[in-house]
């Protein structure tokens, strides 16, 4: 199917926004009702020549056009079909509807011609599934999602209009310990919808409503305890998007915020600038300033984008970190993708070599990097290739990996935190420590696989007899390194490395010599690397 309707889908078979959309439907959440056009719509597309000119075929024209009747006229009569339906039609209005993909949105469309005009924008910013819903009339909009680095931290952003507009500090409700805080932002502009055309238009926000506060107290509340429900619903983490029509809230949009996991920063001095926390973790780089689009050029994937307003014109090349002077938190760390934060860029000056805390919120003089860093990398002949240094505290990462280098840090993670250790590692890596190698038990080929969506060549610990046997099949899915842990390989049996244990340690060292995967050593230290083959020796 080319659409399907909210009410049709099973997650399997839309991505996870549109299938989340859906579920709350289910359950009786305030969604308006919808449909969504998949991928195979593209992919059906694009064999017709994929161009703005080029029509729908005619399969994916009749699903989209039969899905979008039944928004507008009921799914009874738009089965109708025929000159009765031609009279309906004639009868009542199209329904208007909100068309939106990842990172693009058009509002107030109507009819058939603009809907599969706005379906081809959509392509255009993103191939990915495109969820169509009935438009509400809204006269405020609001996101609530969780702290980006504080856990048990909820927070509320809202404005005028129907959608947060990027430019200015919209109001901020934090809920703390059951406690509701209100800091009023500075609103300048909203979109509302033209009445007479159907247009979507930005208008000024009046003098008197700039500095008030677009959401009473109860619903604060009310919008906390959606937020909750839909949590209980969907999982942890969800940041849900609403508009308010005569004070109902109902839900446009709800995505699944990752998690964080704090890195330890060292500072130079005092803070440069400080503020609030849009995207959390820790980027090192020049800064470059954007005053507007003809700076875009100047940006280095080396650099820290320091900017008035985030548009994602200027994001055609991805920085390390971004600052912003004002915006919604949760749309600048949504577009952003890097560690940012939104904070006064007054003592932020071009050139400057700077490290972004985002965790506490600061920008600071960037540190001296460690000897070394930007440098060859010494060959393998060198003392420095054969040690390595093995750690299982991701709080002693930071200042282990810079004593260290160059020499090797193994860190052990898990398929259960992969995610928060792979952004820690992928943070140090920004700042000039590229010697984290993070390491996992890995018992079998379906479980390196599983890591690899996260870490592209994850690192191998080697401390079981099944990872041994397994020992081929696990370096075919592509690790870089195997660690083998003697003291837990000779607790196996209680002789310790017996000469079975032995002859599969050899074999599993030889077929990582065979795929070119390289080896290290962990505990023994009384036997000698010519012992057992294995070049790198790991201390702890």
Request: proline share 5%.
């Amino acid at each position: 199917m080319y659409a399907v309707a909210f009410s049709e889908i099973r997650a399997a078979d839309v991505s996870e926004k549109a299938a989340a959309l859906a579920s709350l439907l289910h359950r009786s959440f305030p969604v308006p009702d919808g449909f969504v056009v998949r991928r195979a719509a593209f992919d059906a597309f694009t064999q017709m020549g994929g161009g703005q000119e080029t029509a729908f075929p005619d399969d994916v024209a009749l699903q989209v056009r039969r899905e979008y009747d039944r928004l507008s006229l009921g799914r009874d009569m738009a089965s109708v079909g025929g000159r009765a339906l031609d009279l309906i039609r004639s009868g009542r209005s199209e329904t208007l509807v909100a068309v939106r993909t990842r990172g693009f949105s058009r509002l107030n469309v109507r009819g058939h011609r603009q809907l599969e005009q706005a379906i081809k924008e959509c392509w255009s910013h993103a191939v990915d599934d495109i969820v169509v819903q009935r438009m509400v009339d809204g006269d405020r909009c609001a996101v609530v999602f969780p702290h980006p680095t504080r856990d048990g931290v909820r927070l509320v952003e809202s404005s005028w209009g129907m959608f947060l507009l990027a430019g200015f500090d919209p109001d901020l409700y934090t809920e703390a310990d059951g406690a509701v805080t209100e800091r009023i932002g500075t609103k300048e502009w909203f979109l509302s919808r033209d009445t007479l055309t159907d247009r979507t238009i930005k208008q000024s926000v009046l003098h008197e409503k700039k500095k008030v506060s677009t959401l009473a107290p109860q619903e604060v509340r009310a919008l906390l305890d959606l937020h909750r429900r839909a949590e209980e619903a969907l999982g942890p983490r969800q940041a849900v998007e609403v508009v308010l029509e005569k004070g109902r809230p109902f839900i446009l949009q709800v995505t699944t915020m990752q998690p964080f996991q704090r890195v330890p920063v060292d500072h130079a001095g005092a803070p440069l600038a400080t503020g609030e926390v849009a995207r959390p973790g820790v980027a090192r780089g020049t800064v470059k300033v954007v005053r507007d689009a003809s700076d875009v050029e100047r940006i280095a994937a080396a650099d820290v984008l320091v900017t008035d307003s985030l548009r994602p014109e200027y994001l055609t090349t991805t920085p390390a970190g971004i600052v912003v002077r004002a915006g919604s938190l949760y749309r600048v760390g949504k577009t952003a993708g890097v560690p940012a934060l939104r904070a006064a860029i007054a003592g932020l000056a071009d050139g400057q070599e700077v490290v972004i805390d985002a965790f506490e919120g600061a920008v600071y003089a960037a540190w001296p990097r460690p000897a070394g860093i930007g440098e060859a990398a010494p060959e393998a002949t060198g003392t420095a290739r054969r040690e390595a240094v093995f750690v299982q505290d991701a709080g002693d990462l930071a200042r282990v990996a810079q004593e260290a280098f160059p020499n090797r840090v193994l860190y052990r993670s898990s398929l259960a935190r992969i995610t928060g250790d792979a952004e820690l590692s992928n943070s140090l890596a920004r700042n000039g420590l590229t010697n984290v190698t993070l390491v996992f038990p890995f018992s079998s080929p379906e479980e390196v696989q599983a890591a690899k969506a996260t870490v592209p060549l994850p690192g191998v610990l080697v401390d079981r007899l099944a990872t041994l046997v397994l020992m081929d099949e696990i370096c075919a899915e592509g690790v870089s390194l195997a660690c083998f842990d003697l003291d837990a390989l000779g607790r196996i049996e209680r002789e310790g490395l017996s000469p079975a244990v032995r002859k599969l340690l050899a074999q599993a060292v030889a077929a990582c010599r065979s795929r070119g995967v390289e080896t290290a050593a962990r505990g023994r230290p009384d036997l000698e690397d010519a012992q057992l083959g294995i070049g790198m020796r790991v201390q702890e």
